[in-house]
């Protein structure tokens, strides 16, 4: 467990002292009993700082003490005696939902208050799970009036802007899934609805809370890798086995009219995160369009490649697609003083729980301990208890963070609405460069209203209903033919799925 920090500040605010202390030493109490009557305080620095310093407070008999952030400035008193009230969480959509919801069982921060999808299977096993404690809704607008702090929107991929401008309007915080928005139409209209509810919008992009991802932001944001100058990211998904299911076999279905270029933040999302920069433009690539995909049923390419350049002029190579022949889950950062890289998924490799770094003696500053490790420490106060949570741990960090955020943390690490479009418009403007012969589209910025205005009837898309005459094929070069077989086939293996009794 890593020690408690604290704080000496002058009267000014300045910090004059750093100190750290192990609570759970005898010697560490009576440190910290000294460090407090001698006018220093709490810092906010790692997961679970409160429920630490409460307990200490307790055993030292004190009532309450203020608690700074990591710059020095005030975050909050802690009250020995006062339990911070749960966070109450609705969530709409029972299959990844489904996931997220567990999280309130396992975590003292929030409570799983309502849960809302229209498929009545769905919402019998999530009844099952969750049991009569929770409020069950078909309906998302009568959902919407049940008393939560924040809803998770975990329905469609490419249906979840429309019903996060509702929730924000109706003074909810909002946790959206995959992806945010399915048009720029959609990412204007999302922009103004951020804006004017003054409420957290966060991007539930899992990838950036894996083990390696999550060190590498930490060390370029503690300086220690220097100016971000380069990143690949991977997400290659082969998901040809279980497509009948997460498609529901349905033509019509996202999965199966996404283009390659759609599902692109995982890929994209956690450079961008660690790089802390703006994506300005993007050249796209696009595989040629398998036998495999037809036979999933799918309409995009097997997978996509994007070519980015970040404000600072740095570079992001990025590939993603969900027709690989094999699973990879790959980073690496390249920064002046060094390099950061997760290992490898291939020949049982741990993928993106491991990190390897590396940095330069010549490149960083007299006195930097330098990095040298295959297996550099990613551990923080959540890894104990992220362990054996979905993805590696990270859905668990990603849901604690959105928590953390709602009671008010400012330091809590979430994905806010402007970061995500910098995740998602590349993989998005990606398609264009390719619908345009490989020429290099610029990334619009929507925190500038005047590009709101010139993309607000952009809705280029594959979706009719969204589209209109603007609607876009599947793959660059047509929707490809695929068999009503195909389908049928997929739907017989569905309905044998169900009748074994499973979800
Ligand atoms: N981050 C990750 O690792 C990860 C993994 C899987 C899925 N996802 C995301 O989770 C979301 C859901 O994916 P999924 O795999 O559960 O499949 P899905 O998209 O098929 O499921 C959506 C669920 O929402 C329900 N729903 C849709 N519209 C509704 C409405 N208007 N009212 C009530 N219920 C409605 C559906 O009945 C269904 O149960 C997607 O956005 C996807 O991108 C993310």
């Known amino acids: 467990m890593f020690p408690l920090k604290m704080y000496l500040t002058d009267g000014a605010g300045n910090i004059t002292g750093t100190a750290f202390a192990d609570e759970n030493s005898n010697n560490g109490t009576e440190e910290i009993k000294k460090l407090l009557a001698g006018g220093w305080l709490p810092v906010e620095y790692d997961y679970r700082m409160t429920q630490r310093w409460q307990s200490v407070l307790k055993r030292l008999g004190l009532e309450s003490v203020k608690m700074l952030y990591g710059d020095g400035t005030f975050y909050k008193t802690l009250y020995a005696g006062r339990t911070e009230p749960k966070v109450r969480i609705g969530v709409l959509g029972g299959g990844r939902g489904y996931t997220l919801a567990e999280f309130c069982r396992q975590s003292d921060i929030a409570e799983l ?32 009036t049940h008393e939560t702090d924040l809803v ?53 992009e899992n990838c950036c809370f894996m083990a390696a991802p999550k060190k590498m932001k930490k060390l370029f944001d503690i300086g220690k890798m220097g100016e971000f100058r380069y990143g690949e990211g991977e997400y290659m998904h082969d998901l ?9 076999s349905d033509p019509a279905h996202w999965r199966n009219t996404m283009t390659a270029f759609y599902y692109c933040t995982h890929s994209i999302g956690p450079l961008i995160h660690v790089s802390g920069l703006r994506p300005v433009s993007v050249t796209g690539f696009e595989a040629p369009y398998t036998e495999k995909m037809r036979r999933m049923g799918a309409k995009g390419a097997p997978f996509g490649m994007e070519i980015i350049t970040l404000e600072n002029g740095a570079l992001i190579k990025s590939v993603h697609g969900v027709g690989p022949a094999e699973y990879s889950l790959w980073y690496s ?29 010549s490149s960083l500053e007299n006195g930097v301990t330098l990095l040298d490790s295959k297996d550099e420490d990613t551990s923080d106060g959540l890894t104990e208890l992220a362990k054996g949570f979905a993805h590696g741990g990270a859905d668990f960090y990603m849901m604690y963070n959105a928590c953390e955020a709602v009671r008010g943390n400012k330091q809590a690490d979430i994905i806010g609405f ?7 418009l590349p993989g998005m403007f990606a398609y264009f460069s390719v619908l345009d012969g490989g020429v290099p589209k610029k990334i619009p910025d929507l925190r500038d209203r005047a590009q709101r205005e010139r993309y607000g009837n952009d809705r280029r898309c594959v979706d009719p209903a969204v589209a209109g005459y603007q609607l876009l094929p599947s793959y660059s070069k047509g929707d490809p033919e695929i068999p009503e077989e195909v389908y049928e086939s997929m739907r017989k293996r569905l309905r044998e799925f169900y009748a074994t009794g499973d979800r």
């Open 418 to 424: 402007y970061e995500a479009m910098d995740m998602f």
């Open 113 to 144: 208050v309502a849960v809302c999808d229209n498929d009545p299977r769905c919402l019998d096993s999530l009844r099952e799970r969750f049991g009569d404690g929770v409020a069950y809704y078909s309906d998302f607008d009568s959902f919407l």
């Open 152 to 204: 998770v929107l975990a329905n469609y991929a490419n249906a979840h802007a429309p019903f996060a401008v509702k929730a924000l309007d109706a003074g909810k915080n909002v946790l959206s899934e995959l992806l945010p928005v399915q048009t720029m139409s959609e990412a204007c209209e999302l922009a103004d609805a951020v804006d004017r509810s003054g409420k957290l919008y966060i991007y539930g």
């Open 333 to 361: 950062a390249l920064g002046d003083a060094g390099k950061l890289e997760s290992e490898r998924n291939i020949l049982g490799g741990e993928g993106s729980g491991r990190l390897y770094a590396k940095t330069e003696p």
């Open 240 to 248: 040809e086995k279980d497509w009948f299911r997460h498609s529901h």
